[in-house]
């Protein structure tokens, strides 16, 4: 007979906090937090240092995840980056019509979160400047004159798709946002 380990405080805040940060926003409680992770204070001090650090933590965390996902979708477009940029802009479409899509975790944080020396700031700039990159390397690929700059146009357009998608996803912004993209790569 097997027994499966329950997970500790640490993995049930993070996931908790995965949760609820997205469904209610960096806002949620400390309170409802707790009560999600079925954790006491204590966990959240001393595993996080409070609130702030749990919750830049779930921003580090996901950021990886995110990133992953953008690469798997290029990988599976194929080799060329005249597939593989696009498609990002199409799977966008498929993310925002899922029914708990809520928009950006990041843009949501930078947002709500008004001390600019929070940590989850960091953390979003970093996720920023992780997915500018892998744009930035496709659009080398690609030969660009500009890729820079070519993915500084790319990652506005990810962040209004996000940004549209949560506030007005009838409008279809992802579609729109490959239209206005297609001279990029084109």
């Keep these: 007979m097997t027994t499966r380990a329950m997970p500790g405080p640490r993995d049930r805040l993070l996931a908790a906090a995965k949760d609820l940060t997205y469904s209610q926003g960096v806002g949620v409680g400390v309170d409802a937090l707790l009560k999600a992770a079925n954790v006491a204070r204590r966990s959240l001090y001393e595993h996080f240092g409070g609130k702030d650090g749990l919750i830049a933590e779930v921003l580090r965390l996901t950021a990886d995840?995110?990133?992953?996902?953008?690469?798997?979708?290029?990988?599976?477009?194929?080799?060329?980056?005249?597939?593989?940029?696009?498609?990002?802009?199409?799977?966008?479409?498929?993310?925002?019509?899922?029914?708990?899509?809520?928009?950006?975790?990041?843009?949501?944080?930078d947002l709500a979160l008004a001390d600019p020396d929070h940590p989850a700031h960091a953390v979003a700039r970093r996720y920023r400047e992780g997915l500018h990159e892998l744009l930035e390397r496709e659009l080398r690929d690609l030969d660009h004159p500009q890729p820079a700059d070519a993915a500084d146009q790319l990652l506005l357009l990810i962040d209004g798709v996000l940004a549209v998608g949560a506030t007005r996803p009838e409008t279809h912004p992802a579609a729109a946002a490959r239209r206005l993209a297609e001279p990029i790569w084109s």
Excluded: K, N, Q
């Design 65 to 109: 995840e995110d990133v992953a996902a953008y690469r798997r979708v290029m990988e599976a477009a194929g080799d060329d980056p005249r597939r593989r940029l696009p498609a990002i802009f199409d799977w966008l479409g498929e993310v925002i019509d899922a029914p708990d899509f809520r928009g950006c975790r990041y843009l949501g944080a």
